[in-house]
């Protein structure tokens, strides 16, 4: 009896001890971070000593050569390049567009060209405007009352959406995919709003294709600012028979060579267990993408500094990857998933930040339910960082084709209110970002990887301790 | 039996259709804000339109006379201005300060004079520097390495608390105390490291108090911006005898008349009984207190117009109170008390908006456990507007002299991260509020006042549904 209750108690006190022990390395991880993080002065580098990264730029380049550099740096395992070919797009001279109510009336109106977009004739295209909510809308106009006209898409996004990126979802057909079925239609331009909540004068660009339409009927597609949109539709309202113009002179290039930076402790249990941290280290090209996808990339090489000034000693593999090419062609995510596969490597667990540098509120999964409610539990140790956020959801599109059976993806969900105050304009800059809030992101991100690390879930292999 | 089961299947429809209700009148104040709110309007005018708003300004006067009158503009019951003698200190020609290593070798920097200060000599003060972390370091000095010197207290911001009002709460003493306890050591001026979180070039001023000093012992007393503060830290480890040199030409001018503005609903069933909401008009003078508490007083006022929007007829009187002089003098929230003291009027809860206008995180509560817990319930439906701070705690610092017991006192608990970055100094401006974050911030209030007007709680009336 006696030594059943020194068996108890002995259990109680590991049990206590082990939470314990997660609360103080949780507390360090944070203060660690908060005090004396990297993350802040490497995207000070990234967004004022190189700028904007879009794939194939020399920016790109000298991204992967800095990343690469910093985290030699830190005394990881293993770091190296992994080759991808990437889309090369250009922007070419400035644009410029305007709205003609009669000739030689003209307000002059900010417009910059969509990524993956033509350029328009170098004369520009003038045209009168039809405007429209949406595709559908388009649709049921049909033929007769598009063909030869500049397509208008001004659906805005929706404000009473909490999560941004709901409204972001409900309204990005019409400047991924507006081109297209304009083009089908004999349009001979397409001007989508910009994805902005703000009514303000910076146009924001971009992903947009023409998906399999032939060359002809590709038609030049441009973003136009929230203020601008507002005052394109009021005047149409008035003057129905205004004409648009506007001159755009961006092209597509071959390809070029680019490159993932992948940086890695190996595991000192399970070193063939892969745990995948990652942001994508291209950008648009107007601002200097310190949001997108910057704060990311930071956050995820911060990481992996922060695990090693806690002490932690990782029993799995943990990678950090910056992916090259989110924005326009997923080139890096599929090139690593590829890779991943080739070489029979096991994935249990990529966390993706890729949804701006703002204050960190949890987490979204796409896992089984087992594995959700497991981590469920860890909440309480999150609390005291305000983290509350533990949702079923999506992750991020760079880690998204990893995906398979048994594997948890994850991603950072900070707060989304200004993320599209900025998101892919020329206000994407470092100004923007307030270094605590990153900070919390990488401490936030750093300590889910520790828990699941530690404690392994219904699908990873939990440690030998609890096993015991 | 048969009627036993329809009248629980009545009580399930009954409990089920009022949660149904109350979510549905949830969401459409969130929504009514989101889309059609006027708080950023407001803003917009209080900021640049009328600017900083120290009390017993000129501005603080304009700003009395806009918010009454957009305050009558929305119907309310009654609206009037409650007379308060104000504190009038102001701040003169422009601050002047450099370190001075050698004559005629000189740096300048960033100071501003703290609020409540005298002046310096016309000609300045120019004198050897003792840096200390706090007071308690200072007294242990002694009057011997004290006497003829400028005191430099530099103890910082703790960077990693989660929560920044608490670390400004660990260091704000240096400010508010820190000149009378180096007078009494025969200081002749003091200089304090600027409440401010991130290195910069901005000063920060804030309230100081020589307390009942005799008027000979009193010094004058200025922020430092975080940048020059480890600046003259570093310098001083080098030449210990370096000198500083600071001019200032603040006074404390008479008091004078001055307002705090008052709207209300009258409550259908229990108008006796008084739901206040409410932030303070007055502002520092730097920026234009957009933040602190512009924000906090647009809010309050767009809370009665979101009960009005969304058909809510209040049971209980509902005012909102923009009180003056929260800054230097807490004179309009002494004031509101007293009268309501004297008129017997039976206030039953109060909440205050006074950290800021960032996304809504919850709230803090000073009140009885039960009344807490009832309030804790209501979570959930908070939950789709990632409302999830629930604690006991402060309330704020205008509505303090209302608590008696069983009175509930609530404060506002938004995002803390970026506070003080703009807490008291020339950044406190309108471009740093975001219009959605405002906004959540006005619909969590409204939702708050809205249930505990319904429901009531350990200590306010139930509604009669419920009782029966």
């Given at each position: 009896m006696k030594n059943l209750f020194f068996l108890f108690a002995f259990a109680v006190f590991s049990i206590t001890l082990t939470a314990q022990n997660d609360e103080d390395i949780i507390k360090s991880i944070y203060s660690n971070s908060l005090t004396d993080g990297m993350s802040?002065?490497?995207?000070?580098?990234?967004?004022?000593?190189?700028?904007?990264?879009?794939?194939?730029?020399?920016?790109?380049?000298?991204?992967?050569?800095?990343?690469?550099?910093?985290l030699e740096k830190l005394g990881l395992d293993k770091v190296w390049l992994q080759p991808v070919m990437v889309p090369r797009w250009v922007r070419g001279a400035p644009e410029y567009a305007y709205i003609q109510t009669e000739p030689g009336k003209t307000t002059e109106v900010n417009i910059c060209a969509l990524g993956g977009s033509i350029a328009t004739p170098g004369a520009g295209v003038l045209g009168n405007v039809i405007e429209v909510k949406g595709i559908d809308e388009l649709k049921a106009l049909g033929r007769e009352?598009?063909?030869?006209?500049?397509?208008?898409?001004?659906?805005?996004?929706?404000?009473?959406?909490?999560n941004t990126f709901s409204a972001y979802g409900g309204c990005v057909d019409q400047r991924y995919s507006g081109a297209?079925?304009?083009?089908?239609?004999?349009?001979?331009?397409?001007?989508?709003?910009?994805?902005?909540?703000?009514?303000?004068?910076?146009?924001?660009?971009?992903?947009?294709?023409y998906g399999d339409l032939p060359i002809k009927q590709r038609i030049p597609s441009a973003a136009i600012s929230t203020k601008d949109a507002e005052l394109l539709s009021d005047m149409l309202k008035l003057s129905p028979d205004l004409e648009f113009f506007f001159r755009q002179h961006c092209q597509q290039l071959a390809?070029?060579?680019?490159?993932?930076?992948?940086?890695?402790?190996?595991?000192?249990?399970?070193?063939?267990?892969?745990?995948?941290?990652?942001?994508?280290?291209?950008?648009?090209?107007?601002?200097?993408?310190?949001?997108?996808?910057?704060?990311?990339?930071?956050?995820?090489?911060?990481?992996?500094?922060?695990?090693?000034?806690?002490?932690?000693?990782?029993?799995?593999?943990?990678r950090v990857v910056l992916f090259m090419n989110e924005e326009n062609g997923m080139r890096g995510g599929n090139k690593y998933a590829e890779v991943a596969k080739q070489k029979g490597e096991n994935h249990v667990f990529a966390l993706e930040s890729d949804s701006g540098g703002f204050t960190p509120r949890g987490f979204s999964f796409d896992c089984d339910d087992?594995?959700?409610?497991?981590?469920?539990?860890?909440?309480?140790?999150?609390?005291?960082?305000?983290?509350?956020?533990?949702?079923?959801?999506?992750?991020?599109?760079?880690?998204?084709?990893?995906?398979k059976d048994g594997m948890i993806l994850a991603g950072l969900r900070p707060d989304s209110q200004r993320y599209f105050d900025h998101h892919h304009a020329s206000n994407d800059t470092f100004d923007a970002v307030n270094k605590r809030e990153l900070e919390l992101g990488a401490a936030t991100m750093t300590s889910l990887i520790y828990l699941i690390d530690k404690y392994g879930t219904s699908t990873i292999s939990n440690t030998p301790e609890l096993k015991n």
């Open positions: 802040y002065h490497w995207l000070d580098h990234l967004s004022n000593q190189i700028g904007g990264r879009l794939s194939g730029s020399l920016n790109a380049e000298k991204a992967v050569e800095y990343t690469k550099t910093e009352k598009v063909e030869g006209k500049i397509v208008f898409y001004n659906r805005p996004m929706q404000a009473d959406l909490i297209m079925e304009a083009g089908k239609l004999g349009a001979v331009g397409v001007i989508v709003r910009s994805m902005n909540l703000r009514i303000d004068d910076l146009p924001h660009t971009g992903a947009m294709s390809d070029v060579q680019s490159y993932n930076v992948i940086g890695e402790i190996t595991g000192s249990e399970f070193p063939d267990e892969f745990m995948v941290v990652g942001g994508h280290l291209d950008s648009w090209d107007l601002g200097d993408g310190s949001h997108d996808d910057g704060a990311g990339c930071v956050q995820s090489m911060d990481v992996l500094r922060l695990l090693k000034n806690s002490g932690i000693k990782p029993k799995r593999s943990i087992a594995s959700f409610n497991k981590i469920s539990e860890w909440a309480s140790l999150f609390k005291p960082y305000l983290i509350h956020y533990f949702e079923k959801g999506g992750s991020g599109a760079d880690i998204g084709p990893l995906k």
